[in-house]
Antibody
């Protein structure tokens, strides 16, 4: 059974870089029909799409975050990584890793990690 | 790429039908039949309950149904049960491999 587990620092200082890792187990990280996405949710608020990475290595980022986001895959470690630079308090959120492509390569995420809370504060 | 619009809350009594609406634009809901819906309980990750406007993943109750008209998608829960009390989020493909979510609707079962 596919499992995703996010990990990383729970506290990041303003202006620094947020770095998270999603460990994938129980399934192939190299599936050509799926993609990997990062989604976040500020405490008590709604979901926000951050971006995704496909089997080809192509990445697609939300226009509002594009200048600060990098998503990458390390197939040797079954890791999907997220880096967000120059963080502010507005980046405080639960960050979710998810696998997309349910029902087809354009399908939505169906498998999600449990999420990890990242707080931006000095 | 603005968030889709959902009403903040909706309520219903057990056994009633409840409909949650999600309004987008010509650039997302209006252009693609790739609307999905998620159910989220407090402290839990979202769960996919509808994809491609009306399709249900295996294991999802047939009390959940979806539809779309022009730029508005809808989720209907028939015969609402107390266990359905949760937050519901719509999500639409928006082109260029991007997706946009709605702000979420809190369902209260009275």
């Amino acid at each position: 059974q596919l499992q995703l587990q996010e990990s990383g620092p729970g506290l990041v200082k303003p202006s620094e870089t947020l770095s998270l890792t999603c460990t994938v187990s129980g399934g192939s990280i190299s599936s050509p029909i799926h993609y990997w996405a990062w989604i976040r949710q500020p405490p008590g608020k709604g979901l926000e799409w951050i971006g995704s990475i496909f089997y080809s290595g192509s990445t697609f980022y939300s226009p509002s975050l594009k200048s600060r986001v990098t998503i990458s895959v390390d197939t040797s470690k079954s890791h999907v990584s997220l880096k967000l630079t120059s963080v502010t308090a507005a980046d405080t959120a639960i960050y979710y890793c998810a696998r997309g492509g349910y029902g087809g390569s354009s399908g939505p995420p169906s498998h999600w990690g449990q999420g990890t809370l990242v707080t931006v504060s000095s | 790429q603005s968030a889709l619009t959902q009403s903040a809350s909706v309520s219903g009594s057990p056994g009633q039908s409840v409909t949650i609406s999600c309004t987008g634009t010509d650039n997302d809901i209006g252009s693609y039949s790739l609307v999905s819906w998620y159910q989220q309980y407090p402290g839990r990750a979202p769960k996919l309950i509808i994809y491609e406007v009306y399709k249900r993943p295996s294991g999802v109750s047939d009390r959940f149904s979806g539809s779309k008209s022009v730029n508005t998608a809808s989720l209907t829960i028939s015969g609402v049960q107390t266990e359905d009390e949760a937050d519901y989020y719509c999500c639409s493909y928006a082109g260029n491999s991007l997706r946009v979510f709605g702000g979420g609707t809190k369902l209260t079962v009275l």
